[in-house]
């Protein structure tokens, strides 16, 4: 017998939160481990990735234990958030350092090193907070609701006689095309106040729902949702344009910060004064980088199919899976 659509869509969803879910305890290892900075960039994009995949199966009787296992996952990632912002920034250092012998060399030594410090004690404070999270504990406790979660009975097909396209579409599909509506209309209202404003966290707004939105469009692309690559594409660029801003932006708080230890501005004054010349030029990279997003953004390439993709209400059938296997 057929699956109904509903029961296909759940299970793809559920077998797709768990190869996720795989993916961040294969990866935990090497994070505690700390010498991999691509292994803690990977296990934060896994842990947004099943977020996004645990945002609908949270509608299933065990709803309470997912609900907190995702708490946790959030948790983790954010405790790693500040290695990571060092690792984009000693990437950053290393680079110049490689093609360049000018007089700021020496300043960027200096700057390394202190970056380099920040990272061994950030990570320190992060493999603590991932201890006190335990998540192998969360691994196996949510491993377990994922195997054996069930079809919410909401969801399931009516036993009833034969009825239109929209009649038999299922609250699951229906949860889907209401939740692409109500991230796309968050991330539309950030991008407009990104276009307008000079104020950082305008622009911040918009890279967080960029991305919120990118992983539930990547949801729909590994159920098959036909025309969603465009737009999915579309979002990868506009995310990379935001994040070569913000990692300037973190670039300037680190320099920031570290100026302003009153140690070092009275045993290193001159060096100092070096590293304020460095805020000033990254100043100006970020001024750069702000405009060559904003005027990315009002270019719109892309949008307007992004706009005709995107599932109207009461067009839920665009939510269909196709035949083709989920993609981690």
Known sequence: MAMPEGALVWDRLRKLALRRLNR???????VLRGDDPDAIHDFRVASRRLQSALDFLMRSPQAAE????????????????EVRNCDVFIQRIEKLLAR????????????????????????AKASKKLGKLNFA????????????????????????????????????QKLISKRLRQTRANFEACIANARGL??????????????????????????????????????????QQLGDWHDVEVAEQILEEMV????????????????????????????????????WILAGAGDEAFRLWVPSPGCAEKVKPSAAPCRD
């Open 24 to 30: 961040m305890m294969r990866l935990e290892p090497r």
């Open 66 to 81: 997912i609900r907190k296992a995702r708490r946790k996952i959030k948790r983790c990632r954010r405790a790693c958030s």
């Open 100 to 123: 360049s012998r000018g007089p700021h060399r020496e300043t960027w030594e200096a700057v390394l090193d202190y970056v380099r410090e920040r990272r061994r004690k950030a990570h």
């Open 137 to 172: 504990q969360v691994y196996t406790q949510l491993r377990t609701h994922l195997e054996c979660i069930t079809l919410p009975a909401s969801a399931e097909p009516s036993s009833g006689p034969p009825q239109g396209l929209q009649q038999r579409e299922s609250q699951l």
């Open 198 to 239: 000079s104020d950082v966290q305008a622009v911040h707004r918009a890279r967080i729902a960029t991305k919120k939105l990118r992983y539930l469009v990547e949801i729909l692309d590994d159920l098959g949702v036909q025309n969603s690559r465009p737009a999915l594409t579309w979002l990868r660029e506009l995310q």
């Open 260 to 295: 302003a230890q009153p140690e070092f501005l009275r045993e290193r004054l001159n060096l100092a004064m070096q590293v304020m010349r460095l805020i000033a030029q990254n100043r100006k990279a970020k001024s750069r980088l702000l405009a060559r997003s904003r005027e």
